[in-house]
């Protein structure tokens, strides 16, 4: 988080500036690594897909056995005063729902939920026009449909990306892909199919919206893709809310079609920035 003292924060039921806004050592966040988070984008000053991200958050919750303590309207309430405090007209906001102070280290308290406004950085033109290189990773998250706190796999291979000269990791299991530690993937076949893993992937918001907009155009398909469905494929990219479509060229040594950004790829970033601008 950057330090910026005018911004502010949500924590303890109220709105207060960001720099005193703590949490007590005892949390299960800082215990155990226990809680669930979403993240979303304000654009001109309104959430984006914001009904979208609100029911992701309150499923992980459910998921993870943790109560949220704001209804959703009230939640929606809190999130509106924030936006109106902050003044960052283009930025993310992120809900963390904690495991809350614990008695004994272990057995959860009263969730604790955190509310941040932050700036946001979306991908630069250059790397929408180069694509990234990935490298692979055998891994599949716990919960795959709650999107917990925990990226322990993701942060400890920061180090092994930046050594091949990568630019993220794809978990696969068995030579069957499935997401990044935060996005998830597509490939586009040879006959113009957009392909997204459907198994032990977070439900992206991006990656329905992709799903969305492709299917006007194109037939879609959420089925198992394998390394041998990249090397065979004509284009493939990622989808997240903070870096939409960011084309993919290259996998561990598999070069994707021609190695350069796709057609498929650029106009399916065209579309899913209009569908934002709709909202
Ligand atoms: C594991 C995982 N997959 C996919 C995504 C992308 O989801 P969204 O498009 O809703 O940002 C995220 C987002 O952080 C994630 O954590």
């Not at 704001?70 to 809900?95: E, F, R, W």
């Not at 904690?98 to 604790?112: R, V």
């Not at 946001?120 to 055998?138: R, W």
Request: one cysteine or more.
């Amino acid at each position: 988080m950057p330090s910026n003292a005018k911004l502010h924060a949500y924590l303890h039921g109220q709105i207060q500036p960001l720099e005193s806004a703590f949490l007590h050592v005892r949390d299960l966040s800082i215990q155990r690594g226990y809680g669930i988070f979403d993240y979303f984008k304000v654009q001109q000053g309104q959430p984006v897909f914001l009904a979208d991200y609100l029911q992701r958050f309150y499923e992980s919750a459910r998921l993870m056995e943790l109560a949220v303590p704001l209804a959703t309207d009230a939640l929606k309430d809190v999130i509106q005063q924030l936006i109106q405090v902050n003044h960052l007209p283009h930025s993310g906001i992120k809900m963390i729902l904690t495991g809350g102070y614990s008695a004994n280290g272990y057995d959860p308290g009263e969730p604790n939920l955190i509310i941040l406004q932050q700036p946001l950085t979306l991908p630069t033109p250059e790397m929408i026009a180069q694509g990234i290189k990935i490298i692979t990773y055998e891994y599949v998250r716990e919960i795959p449909k709650a999107k917990t706190i925990n990226y322990s796999t993701g942060i400890r291979l920061i180090k092994q990306i930046k050594e091949a000269g990568a630019s993220d990791v794809l978990y696969q299991k068995n030579g069957v892909v499935t997401e990044f530690p935060r996005c998830n993937f597509f490939i586009v076949t040879q006959d113009d199919v957009v392909v997204t893993p459907d198994a032990d992937v977070l439900l992206g918001v991006t990656r329905k919206n992709v799903l969305k907009a492709a299917s006007q155009k194109y037939k879609i398909e959420e089925r198992a893709v394998t390394l041998q469905d990249i090397a065979q494929a004509k284009e493939a990219f990622l989808t997240s809310t903070t870096k939409r479509i960011l084309p993919v060229v290259q996998v561990d040594e598999i070069v994707v079609g021609n190695g350069k950004p796709g057609a498929v790829t650029l106009e399916l970033l065209d579309d899913l920035v209009a569908l934002e601008g709709r909202q």
